[in-house]
């Protein structure tokens, strides 16, 4: 079993930052590839951030590209979400997310919420214009 654990939301005014942490525990693998992703009031859920297992490779959805910044630890076993110039449409609750694959960088632009095997909670940030 894998436990994510988010933490770092908050309320923020626009043009400020915040910095999500996400805690894994458990047996995370080697190779394991993680996401964020943001779910708003009244829409879907959409992932933000993706990055593979050492690091080297990230995405980011066309909205977030220039001001967020995903990176992880994996000697901490945590993954980090650097939000920068936040506006009020970033509001949302935002989960961190584990998948067991190793996604290249060939294929991790296909990765989604199927391919997630573990979940946070989620934390919530909510940007005051």
């Known amino acids: 079993q894998v436990q994510l654990v988010e933490s770092g939301g908050g309320l923020v005014q626009a043009g400020g930052s915040l910095t999500l942490s996400c805690a894994a525990s458990?047996?995370?693998?080697?190779?394991?590839?993680m996401g964020w992703f943001r779910q708003a009031p009244g829409k879907r859920r959409e992932v933000v951030a993706k990055?593979?297992?050492?690091?080297?490779?990230?995405r980011y959805i066309n909205s977030v590209k220039g001001r967020f910044t995903i990176s992880r630890d994996n000697a901490k076993n945590t993954v980090y979400l650097q939000m920068n110039s936040l506006k009020p449409e970033d509001t949302a609750v935002y989960y961190c997310?584990?998948?067991?694959?190793?996604?290249?960088?060939?294929?991790?632009?296909?990765?989604?919420?199927?391919?997630?095997?573990?979940w946070g909670k989620g934390t919530l940030v909510t940007v005051s214009s």
């Open positions: 997310a584990l998948s067991t694959r190793n996604f290249s960088e060939l294929s991790i632009g296909t990765m989604d919420e199927s391919d997630m095997d573990y």
């Open positions: 990055i593979n297992w050492s690091g080297g490779i990230t």
């Open positions: 458990g047996r995370t693998g080697t190779r394991s590839s």
